[in-house]
């Protein structure tokens, strides 16, 4: 069971906007930065999004992250088929001392 | 560009050890913060430690306290992950990772492809 939660599946077709809930606690989401990633079928993860709503160059303005109180979510406009893709949130937890993944979420294109 | 290049995965025996590898390039690797993240055959993320970017600040997920050790060698841009008393759980691919600062750690910014290390007799 992950500290943090997601919902194992998403689904959208093409152009559609679809959106990817990560819920947590004041100890983690509640106090501190939540960090998006994608993972392709196969791949390394890559950053997709950083303190909560900040995106690194290169990644389309099409993603995009927020936040309200002990919960975060991904949005991904424009859907196309190569966002087809695990997506995971992540944050430090301070009761922990350590950083939580959610449990990861399969996004796919219909 | 930054690149991280692990090695030292393997199949091993459980209750034995291994050590992992992590050469870093790219980049001023005494200024990050760097982790290693893993991931079992078919499930989610899972991050194992971090240390800060002079060696001097350490943290461990719970599963692997007291069994695994992360270190860094500034002189040659490498990371380590001694593992002890490998369990049949610890199988998955461990990556490598990049923080966004030295310290404190905020966030994976940049990934390696990742080593296979599988436990099994």
């Known amino acids: 069971q992950s500290v943090l939660t997601q919902p194992p599946s998403a689904s959208g077709t093409p152009g559609q906007r679809v959106t990817i809930s990560c819920s947590g606690s004041?100890?983690?989401?509640?106090?501190?930065?939540v960090y998006w990633y994608q993972q392709l079928p196969g791949t390394a993860p890559k950053l997709l999004i950083y303190?909560?709503?900040q995106r690194p160059s290169g990644v389309p303005d099409r993603f995009s992250g927020s936040e309200s109180g002990t919960s975060a979510s991904l949005a991904i406009s424009g859907l196309r088929s190569e966002d087809e893709a695990d997506y995971y949130c992540?944050?430090?937890?301070?009761?922990?001392?350590?950083?939580?993944f959610g449990g990861g979420t399969k996004l796919t294109v219909l | 560009q930054v690149q991280l290049v692990e090695s030292g995965g393997g199949v091993v025996q459980p209750g034995r050890s291994l050590r992992l590898s992590c050469a870093a390039s790219?980049?001023?690797?005494?200024?990050?913060?760097m982790h290693w993240v893993r991931q079992a055959p078919g499930k989610g993320l899972e991050w194992v430690a971090v240390?800060?970017?002079?060696?001097?600040?350490?943290y461990y997920a719970d599963s692997v306290k007291g069994r695994f050790t992360i270190s860094r060698d500034k002189s040659k841009s490498t990371l380590y992950l001694q593992m002890d008393t490998l369990r049949a759980e610890d199988t998955a691919v461990y990556y490598c990772?990049?923080?966004?600062?030295?310290?404190?750690?905020?966030?994976?910014?940049?990934w390696g492809q990742g080593t296979l290390v599988t436990v099994s007799s």
């Open positions: 990772a990049r923080d966004g600062s030295g310290w404190p750690p905020s966030g994976f910014e940049y």
């Open positions: 303190r909560n709503n």
């Open positions: 790219g980049f001023r690797f005494s200024s990050y913060a």
């Open positions: 004041s100890s983690n989401i509640g106090n501190n930065y």
């Open positions: 992540a944050a430090w937890d301070d009761s922990l001392s350590g950083w939580v």
């Open positions: 240390i800060s970017y002079d060696g001097s600040n350490q």
